[in-house]
């Protein structure tokens, strides 16, 4: 079975919180529920909407988690995870040229998330 949940930022500070999320669009709230290493509810947490981000399935190669609006980058290149609707698929885009590439095709043993867009746009910047 495949793990689904997400992160989002919280709406009143720099954490982040990861779990299940609750959202409502008519009011375009949202909070992220986290829980224990038992999987016991632990507590729920605002966040901000524009942050949220869903896990991809996937570790760089520190076993890190990948959640989209991750930067990734390896020897030569820096990418940013992001949804593709049109094809229900994680695109991994190259930041220099726009080029997007399925994450699952890329070899992620020798690559590492480096920040986020969100607290890191400067990345997004290319090398």
């Not at 720099?14 to 507590?43: M, P, V």
């Not at 991809?56 to 890190?64: N, Q, S, W």
């Not at 989209?68 to 991994?92: N, P, Q, T």
């Not at 220099?96 to 910047?125: A, C, H, M, W």
Request: aromatic residues 12%; glycine residues 8%.
């Amino acid at each position: 079975m495949r793990t689904i949940k997400f992160r989002g930022g919280d709406i009143d500070s720099d954490a982040w919180f990861y779990g299940d999320l609750e959202y409502c669009q008519a009011t375009n709230k949202a909070r992220i529920h986290t829980y224990d290493c038992d999987g016991k509810y632990e507590s729920q947490h605002n966040i901000d909407p524009d942050t949220i981000g869903q896990y991809t399935g996937l570790c760089d190669k520190d076993d890190k988690e990948i959640y989209e609006g991750d930067i990734l980058e390896d020897a030569d290149l820096r990418y940013e995870v992001c949804w593709y609707d049109e094809i229900a698929a994680f695109m991994a885009e190259d930041i220099e040229s726009q080029k997007p590439f399925l994450l699952s095709d890329l070899d992620l043993s020798g690559t590492v998330v480096i920040g986020n867009r969100y607290n890191n746009p400067d990345l997004l910047n290319g090398k």
